[in-house]
């Protein structure tokens, strides 16, 4: 199993920057897909962005490309989210995901709140 802590989400305004940082434990991280949804209220949660085990291959979702960027560092088992020129849009419930076929395990959720 894997146990994940997010951490990193606050109150931001629009055009501003955060970075999300997800710390896992338990298992052998690299060997886990890693990524990030969200929920904002009233609507389903929805998938981020992933990275493979080795960080080689990432993907966005539609409203996020160019904007957002998954990173992990294997050595510290942590994935990062980095979020630039946030829009009120974003505003969500932020989760962290670690996949192995077939189990998946999820964080709490950290809170994106992108306000003036």
């Known amino acids: 199993q894997v146990q994940l802590v997010e951490s990193g989400g606050g109150l931001v305004q629009p055009g501003g920057s955060l970075r999300l940082s997800c710390a896992a434990s338990?298992?052998?991280?690299?060997?886990?897909?890693m990524k990030w949804y969200r929920q904002a209220p009233g609507k389903e949660r929805e998938l981020v962005a992933y990275?493979?085990?080795?960080?080689?291959?990432?993907n966005y979702g539609a409203s996020m490309k160019g904007r957002f960027t998954i990173s992990r560092d294997n050595a510290k088992n942590t994935v990062y989210l980095q979020m630039n020129s946030l829009k009120p849009e974003d505003t969500a419930v932020y989760y962290c995901?670690?996949?192995?076929?077939?189990?998946?395990?999820w964080g709490q959720g950290t809170q994106v709140t992108v306000s003036s």
């Open positions: 338990g298992d052998t991280f690299s060997m886990y897909t």
């Open positions: 990275i493979t085990p080795s960080g080689g291959i990432t």
């Open positions: 995901n670690a996949w192995l076929y077939p189990n998946g395990y």
